[in-house]
């Protein structure tokens, strides 16, 4: 099939960018979203042209690098995939699509549509680990942990780390990220002991990285690949509220 | 924890904390101005206004409540206006005038409490002007008017009912009656939410009770006032 690709391009940092608008004849529905990228780029390349700098990786759906916007959708059309998953089939024959990176001022572009998302890897070293000593890799049965908390620990644990859910924000929030880290420990028995510093340590960076508050809206949980859930954010907000009080009444936690 | 304040959620405690005491005191504004119509006379709401007029404990509420809105209206503003300043280029995908609007799979209220609430707090003063500081401070005529009942209580029906037979003025109460109820649509259950009492079940009842909430206060509002607007035309 044919298409119409508008795609911002920017050389670096300070470079000011624009969309360059591309024409590719030999797509095919049975791409993915990625290779009908690949060969768009091998189309640049032959034509000794700079090719468009995208992040992937794993191309499954699980390290999620793959971040850009299309036609004005995180990840592109469809509920809860990543790009790399995202097929081609959801396009027509002589469509237009507008490919952008995320937009955020706490993601820079490093080029095209490369954005430096080391700013969630700043909150995880502010929290997003288990400090307690839990010893060797105790035995499976050691920890009972009941099922619904281990299923909705799971589920948050799904976070690939996108970045989609501030993308989607209307106010560049990462509430969605921090909920999704902050939960997966706080419901496990070894992660609960520090949950509420946790929660605080990693939401004060979230601030002070330049995200902007949460105002609910839901938009990151409709955007999210991994379709983490409103629900986690409702139990990072008990969690810092806790925090919160804890600091006040003067207790060190 | 003097940082809890400044910090996001915290600025987000205090909304939602302040929102949800103007709810509580909208609900008991609503049952009193509902007295207009069980009862034509008149009667029941000027007793009830006395009521709300002389008690203490409202006295002691009113001082709060002016409060609540301002820190409402002041951290509102903060968080509207930081938020603003996140995302400097905004998806072009998106046309030129959705600047910060990214993505339509959220509902329209919570993307925009910040003007629903700048509609509010315009009809906030209106109605402050030409009720409260009439009743409390400045007088006006129709107050003195003799009350059905006779008796010394001032004629509040009088003056609510004849502002009622404007058309416009009615107008205005419909226009602050919709934003009242789009901003609850949104607030009750995001005030909940923000709180940390939500989650997967609870996040349901919430949306529902949001949603009576907005609807009985809103649509309970205009309704008072159409009524009276219609009664008068007939
Ligand atoms: C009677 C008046 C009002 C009531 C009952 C009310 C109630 C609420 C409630 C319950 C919330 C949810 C809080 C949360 O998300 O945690 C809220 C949010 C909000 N209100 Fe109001 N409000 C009122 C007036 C105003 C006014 C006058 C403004 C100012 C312009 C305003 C601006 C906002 C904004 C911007 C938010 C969303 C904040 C955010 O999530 O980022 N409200 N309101
Ligand atoms: S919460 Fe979802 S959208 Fe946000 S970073 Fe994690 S996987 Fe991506
Ligand atoms: S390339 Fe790894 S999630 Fe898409």
Known sequence: MKLTLKIWRQKSPKDEGKFETYQL????????????????????????????????????????????????????PGKEITTC??????????????????????FPIIKDLVVDRSAFEKI??????????????????????????????????????????????????????????????????????????????MLMKMDELGFGSCANTGACETECPKGISLAHIARLNREFIKAGFTKLAGEKR | MSNFFTSSIGKKFIMSLTGLFLIVFLIIHLT?????????????????????????????????????????????????????????VNYAALGRYKKRDVTKESNWPSRNMYILGAVIITFLVIHLINFYWKMKFSGDPL???????????????????????????????????IALCLHLYHGVWSAFQTLGWSNRKWRNIFNVIGVLISVVLGGGFAFIALFVYIQSLI
């Open chain 2, 143 to 177: 107050l003195e008017e003799a009350t059905a009942a006779g008796g010394n209580v001032e004629n509040a029906f009088a003056l609510v009912t004849n502002k009622f037979q404007i058309w416009w003025y009615v107008g205005i109460y419909v226009i602050g009656s």
């Open chain 1, 124 to 201: 995880m070293e502010a929290g997003g680990f288990i400090d307690v000593d839990v010893a060797a890799v105790p035995d499976a049965n050691a920890y009972p942990v009941e099922k619904h908390k281990a299923e909705e620990a799971f589920d948050a644990a799904e976070c690939i780390g996108c970045g989609a859910c501030v993308a989607a924000c209307k106010n560049s929030s990462a509430m969605l990220f921090v909920a999704a880290k902050v939960s997966q420990y706080a419901l496990l028995p070894q992660g609960k002991i520090e949950g509420v510093q946790r929660a605080w340590n």
């Open chain 1, 25 to 76: 004849d030999n797509a095919s529905q049975d791409m993915t979203f990625l290779e009908m990228l690949d060969a768009m780029n091998e189309k640049l390349i032959s034509e000794d042209k700079d090719p468009v700098a995208f992040e992937h990786d794993c191309r499954e759906g699980i390290c999620g690098s793959c971040a850009m916007m299309i036609n004005g959708k995180p990840h592109g």
């Open chain 2, 32 to 88: 009193v101005n509902s007295m207009i119509v069980w009862d034509s006379s008149g009667e029941l709401f000027n007793r009830a206004a006395h009521f709300m007029d002389v008690n203490i404990a409202i006295s002691i509420i009113e001082p709060i409540l002016a409060i609540g809105v301002i820190l409402h209206l002041i951290y509102a503003s903060i968080i509207t206006l930081q938020n603003q300043l996140k995302r400097n």
């Open chain 1, 85 to 106: 998953q995202l097929n081609m089939k959801a396009f027509k024959d002589g469509d237009t699509i507008m490919v952008e990176p995320w937009r955020t001022n706490s």
